[in-house]
T-cell receptor, first 114, second 117 residues
Framework: DTGVSQDPRHKITKRGQNVTFRCDPISEHNRLYWYRQTLGQGPEFLTYFQNEAQLEKSRLLSDRFSAERPKGSFSTLEIQRTEQGDSAMYLC????????????FGQGTRLTVV | AQKITQTQPGMFVQEKEAVTLDCTYDTSDQSYGLFWYKQPSSGEMIFLIYQGSYDEQNATEGRYSLNFQKARKSANLVISASQLGDSAMYFCAMREFLSGGYQKVTFGTGTKLQVIP
């Protein structure tokens, strides 16, 4: 396991379509985070999982956004009825509660809504 | 509420020279953590260094050191002997400890560092 992997790396979709992104964390990490990063900004927190439980959601996460981590391993982030404002880089990160001073990020999924 | 401020949108440094990237923060918490991440053009966020609020010594990781001044609420990153591969965006971030072991991390807006040959 070489790190956090995200799929796809790039996604172009038409406004109104649904999209789903996948994140595979480092295998022994029980904590998983989703962030959104728009151009020129730092990442903004979206949601957090500890094992399979979604413990925190940002107000940024409208009802069009849903995230799951059904078996406490990989996670999916779905955006329904995409809008142009959803265009951003979506980053996933994972960490271990045993060594919580480090969080490792994936390379992100860049979403473009046209 | 936490806030991270990075006032330098862009910085230039000559190769092999040292550079300091500024970061100030605001929190009412007594226990918190400060991170620096590097984001090259490929988009991946690379962890560089961490400082806990109760750590008395400044953190160091190879060529990276964190100049932690708690009273001034600053956590500047110092990169010694800059290399061309250091050219990237650098983000300062702060971790807030919430109930249930959850940690929320807030990022600054970043500083773009360019190393000149």
């Amino acid at each position: 396991d070489t790190g956090v992997s995200q799929d796809p790396r790039h996604k172009i979709t038409k406004r109104g379509q649904n999209v789903t992104f996948r994140c595979d964390p480092i295998s022994e990490h029980n904590r998983l985070y989703w962030y959104r990063q728009t151009l020129g900004q730092g990442p903004e927190f979206l949601t957090y999982f500890q094992n399979e439980a979604q413990l925190e959601k940002s107000r940024l996460l409208s009802d069009r956004f849903s995230a799951e981590r059904p078996k406490g391993s990989f996670s999916t982030l779905e955006i329904q009825r995409t809008e142009q404002g959803d265009s951003a880089m979506y980053l996933c990160a994972s960490s271990s509660s045993l060594k919580s001073t480090e969080a490792f990020f994936g390379q992100g999924t860049r979403l473009t809504v046209v | 509420a936490q806030k991270i401020t990075q006032t330098q949108p862009g910085m230039f440094v000559q190769e092999k020279e040292a550079v300091t990237l500024d970061c100030t923060y605001d929190t009412s918490d007594q226990s918190y953590g400060l991170f620096w991440y590097k984001q090259p053009s490929s988009g991946e966020m690379i962890f560089l260094i961490y400082q806990g609020s109760y750590d008395e010594q400044n953190a160091t990781e190879g060529r990276y050191s964190l100049n932690f001044q708690k009273a001034r609420k600053s956590a500047n990153l110092v990169i010694s002997a800059s290399q061309l591969g250091d050219s990237a965006m650098y983000f300062c971030a702060m971790r807030e400890f919430l109930s249930g072991g959850y940690q929320k991390v807030t990022f600054g807006t970043g500083t773009k560092l360019q190393v000149i040959p």
